[in-house]
């Protein structure tokens, strides 16, 4: 018996360099050299495979997950060269070879999928690849022991200049005590009315943000554990853990971490992106921020706070629909952030990069949000810049009434428009600030029944539901929306 471990795209890869060595039908030296690959000086025998279904990428076929297409693509290349001296008949066969190829691929999917269903005893508990198909599980962040965090320059690119001299004097301390018990008694009844919903509800551990910590390059105090969103993105049955741009979330990661380990061990794929060393070099120590006047000229010529010294992404910054996920580079998401994306998830999903015109760009979902198959909530202050590609695409935007948060309400770090930052139960239900009875008025025009509740105190942390949110699974599978 034959076993191959290592080919261009791992164990896969060699598999299939092993099949097509079977089914060599010429002796052109494109296929001598596939034989060659896995002969050696023994002859051909059949393969066994392993069924793990944990694999890891660049494992085993027997995960259901693998990316069978990509990593065979060296081999289909080489099995297509077609050397000067060919015929072609030898060349018919070698597209013959890429047929049989195409038909195995999809036949070892299939086992695959049989294999796995045998080991495991439940279906994988991370699968979500909307905003909008039906919520079975959910992480809700948490507000305790929320910490301001130090005012540096990449805090105060995104922040404010009402509320500069509260991060000047409050940075590394807690938030105002009493507004923080008021936002941990709305989150705990968001997560009842959650849970009277249908949806199951997990939380992130209870961290002390206060203590001090460093690392070769800085020193901070942490943030908090309330914004899932921000540091998680499902993508199908993997849970991307992003690397984040501000100091003071470096280590957020820690509160999550019991629950990533425990949805790896029951079957999901879990990827954390390289984490940014946050050295100098990846901010503009000199960003001329004077007043939010300042910010909205240097947006507008493509200026942001952080540079592209290495990749650093929020997940908050990428928004999904089925096979499409949209980014924008904003002061806390680099391109090299998005493209680390868009390699990491090619060639099942794209990743499609928009802007708009937003004087702070800082997570999409509350510019930017879509609450169904082709139908998306734009914010009439950011306009999306690239809004054709939408429409040309059979796209609907809505756009929403101005918010009714008072202009004196506390916020710290977001906008008034987190009035539709709203959460997706389904196509049919979503979550809606109690106090915004205009944008729930919008959704019931659309035929979509809003859940009112109230998190005012809790929007003063920095987000809406969305943000406050991580959907870890929902009932609906692979498709296209934009085409």
Same mark, same amino acid.
């Given at each position: 018996m034959l076993r191959v471990r290592c080919f261009r795209g791992g164990s896969r890869g060699a598999e299939s360099a092993h099949f097509l060595a079977q089914k060599h039908i010429s002796t052109t030296p494109r296929h001598r050299f596939l034989c060659s690959l896995t002969q050696g000086p023994h002859h051909l025998k059949p393969l066994q495979y392993h069924p793990f279904p944990f694999a890891p990428r660049g494992g085993f076929f027997t995960n259901r997950n693998s990316r069978i297409s990509a990593t065979i693509s060296p081999i289909r290349r080489l099995a297509s060269i077609a050397p000067p001296h060919q015929t072609p008949a030898q060349s018919e066969m070698g597209t013959d070879v890429e047929n049989e190829l195409d038909m195995f691929i999809e036949r070892e999917r299939d086992n695959s999928v049989h294999a796995e269903s045998k080991e495991r005893r439940e279906p994988c508990p991370v699968n979500s690849y909307t905003e909008w198909d039906p919520l079975?599980?959910?992480?809700?962040?948490?507000?305790?022991?929320?910490?301001?965090?130090?005012?540096?320059?990449?805090?105060?690119?995104?922040?404010?200049?009402?509320?500069?001299?509260?991060?000047?004097?409050?940075?590394?301390?807690?938030?105002?005590?009493?507004?923080?018990?008021?936002?941990?008694?709305?989150? /705990?009844?968001l997560c009842r009315v959650l849970e009277g919903e249908g949806v199951t509800v997990r939380r992130p551990d209870i961290v002390d943000w206060s203590k001090p910590y460093s690392t070769p390059d800085f020193k901070s105090t942490g943030l908090y554990a309330a914004m899932p969103r921000d540091i998680l993105l499902v993508v199908g049955d993997e849970i991307i853990e992003a690397p984040m741009a501000w100091r003071s979330r470096f280590f957020e990661y820690r509160a999550f971490r019991p629950l990533l380990l425990e949805y790896f061990r029951r079957g999901a794929r879990w990827t954390t992106a390289p984490k940014p060393l946050m050295q100098d070099e990846l901010y503009n120590k000199d960003y001329p921020v004077f007043s939010v006047k300042d910010r909205n000229a240097l947006v507008e010529k493509g200026h942001f706070v952080t540079t592209e010294h290495e990749p650093c992404f929020d997940a908050a910054d990428f928004i999904r629909a089925g096979r499409d996920i949209f980014a924008q580079r904003s002061q806390v998401t680099n391109n090299s952030g998005i493209e680390w994306m868009r390699r990491h998830l090619w060639p099942r999903f794209r990743v499609h990069k928009v802007s708009f015109r937003d004087p702070n760009p800082m997570h999409i979902d509350a510019t930017f949000n879509i609450i169904g198959?082709?139908?998306?909530?734009?914010?009439?202050?950011?306009?999306?810049?690239?809004?054709?590609?939408?429409?040309?695409?059979?796209?609907?935007?809505?756009?929403?009434?101005?918010?009714?948060?008072?202009?004196?309400?506390?916020?710290?770090? /977001?906008?008034?428009?987190?009035?539709?930052?709203?959460?997706?139960?389904?196509?049919?239900?979503?979550?809606?600030?109690?106090?915004?009875?205009?944008?729930?008025?919008?959704?019931?025009?659309?035929?979509?029944?809003?859940?009112?509740?109230?998190?005012?105190?809790?929007?003063?942390?920095?987000?809406?539901?969305?943000c406050w949110t991580c959907d870890i699974r929902r009932r609906g599978g692979y498709a296209s929306y934009f085409d």
């Open positions: 079975e599980e959910v992480i809700v962040g948490r507000a305790e022991n929320a910490c301001v965090p130090p005012f540096t320059v990449e805090v105060k690119a995104n922040t404010s200049e009402n509320y500069w001299n509260f991060f000047k004097e409050n940075g590394g301390k807690s938030f105002p005590k009493e507004h923080l018990k008021h936002a941990v008694a709305q989150i /705990s009844e198959p082709g139908l998306v909530i734009s914010n009439p202050d950011r306009p999306c810049k690239q809004i054709e590609m939408f429409k040309k695409a059979g796209w609907k935007t809505i756009t929403p009434p101005d918010p009714l948060i008072p202009h004196d309400h506390p916020l710290w770090m /977001s906008s008034r428009w987190l009035s539709i930052n709203v959460l997706m139960l389904d196509e049919h239900r979503v979550l809606v600030e109690k106090e915004e009875q205009t944008t729930q008025k919008m959704f019931e025009k659309l035929g979509i029944t809003p859940i009112p509740v109230s998190i005012r105190f809790a929007n003063s942390l920095g987000g809406g539901f969305h």
